[in-house]
T-cell receptor
Framework: GESVGLHLPTLSVQEGDNSIINCAYSNSASDYFIWYKQESGKGPQFIIDIRSNMDKRQGQRVTVLLNKTVKHLSLQIAATQPGDSAVYFCAERSPYNNNDMRFGAGTRLTVKP | DSGVTQTPKHLITATGQRVTLRCSPRSGDLSVYWYQQSLDQGLQFLIQYYNGEERAKGNILERFSAQQFPDLHSELNLSSLELGDSALYFC???????????FGPGTRLTVL
C-alpha cells in the first residue's frame, strides 16, 4: 500500500555539523508535506512544510528539499545544535488518504557535543 | 504551547480496566485526531473527527472508541486494557482536515 517511510531510524552528528534527514514517499499524488520535530516527552511540533509545486523551501536553519522524480523528501538542519536532538517525522497529504496527513516512522537525531 | 490540551497527563491502571482520555482542540479548530505512540515507535493514526462526525479511521482496535462533542472536545475510550496498550496517546487538531496538525502534550498510559 501507499506509505511514508524513512531511510534511517537513527542519525548521530557532531555539534556544528549539518544534518540531513531523509524520507521516502510512495504516493506520487501527494501534494503537501510537513516535517515535525518531537522532543522527548513532548508532542510533535511543526518545523517546515512544502507543497508539491516547489522543490525547496528554507526556514531558520532548516531547508526542505522535495524531489518528486524519485519521491524523496529531505530535511537539512544547518549548524546542528544539542537542542536539535529529537525524533523527526515527515508527513504527507494525499488524495489516496482522503487528503489527510499520514506520518512516517521517524528518525532519531542525536547531536554529540 | 500548541493550544491543544490533553488530560490527564499520566494514567496508571490495571489490565481489564477502562479509561477515558480527553482532548480540547485549539480554539477554532474543527478537526481532532488521535494517535498512539509506543516506545520508540512512530505515530499510529487511530481516528479523526471533523465537527462532531467521524471522518477517518486508522489502526484503531475495536476495544477503543472515540467521540467529538458539540463543544468540539474529544474523548478516547480504551476498554479491556492490555499490557500492550501502554503508550503515549496524542491528540492533534487542525482547522481543516488536510491542514497542519497541532499536537497536544500527550497522555502517558501505563497498564500494569
Amino acid at each position: 500500500g501507499e506509505s511514508v517511510g524513512l531511510h534511517l531510524p537513527t542519525l548521530s552528528v557532531q555539534e556544528g555539523d549539518n544534518s540531513i534527514i531523509n524520507c521516502a514517499y510512495s504516493n506520487s499524488a501527494s501534494d503537501y508535506f510537513i516535517w515535525y520535530k518531537q522532543e522527548s516527552g513532548k508532542g510533535p511540533q511543526f518545523i517546515i512544510d512544502i507543497r508539491s509545486n516547489m522543490d525547496k523551501r528554507q526556514g531558520q536553519r532548516v531547508t526542505v528539499l522535495l524531489n518528486k522524480t524519485v519521491k524523496h523528501l529531505s530535511l537539512q538542519i544547518a549548524a546542528t545544535q544539542p537542542g536539535d536532538s529529537a525524533v523527526y517525522f515527515c508527513a504527507e497529504r494525499s488524495p489516496y488518504n482522503n487528503n489527510d496527513m499520514r506520518f512516517g516512522a521517524g528518525t532519531r537525531l542525536t547531536v554529540k557535543p | 504551547d500548541s493550544g491543544v490540551t490533553q488530560t490527564p497527563k499520566h494514567l496508571i491502571t490495571a489490565t481489564g480496566q477502562r479509561v477515558t482520555l480527553r482532548c480540547s482542540p485549539r480554539s477554532g479548530d474543527l478537526s481532532v485526531y488521535w494517535y498512539q505512540q509506543s516506545l520508540d515507535q512512530g505515530l499510529q493514526f487511530l481516528i479523526q473527527y471533523y465537527n462532531g462526525e467521524e471522518r477517518a479511521k486508522g489502526n484503531i482496535l475495536e476495544r477503543f472508541s472515540a467521540q467529538q462533542f458539540p463543544d468540539l472536545h474529544s474523548e478516547l475510550n480504551l476498554s479491556s486494557l492490555e499490557l500492550g496498550d501502554s503508550a503515549l496517546y496524542f491528540c492533534a487538531s487542525s482547522d481543516k482536515p488536510y491542514n497542519e496538525q497541532f499536537f497536544g502534550p500527550g497522555t502517558r498510559l501505563t497498564v500494569l
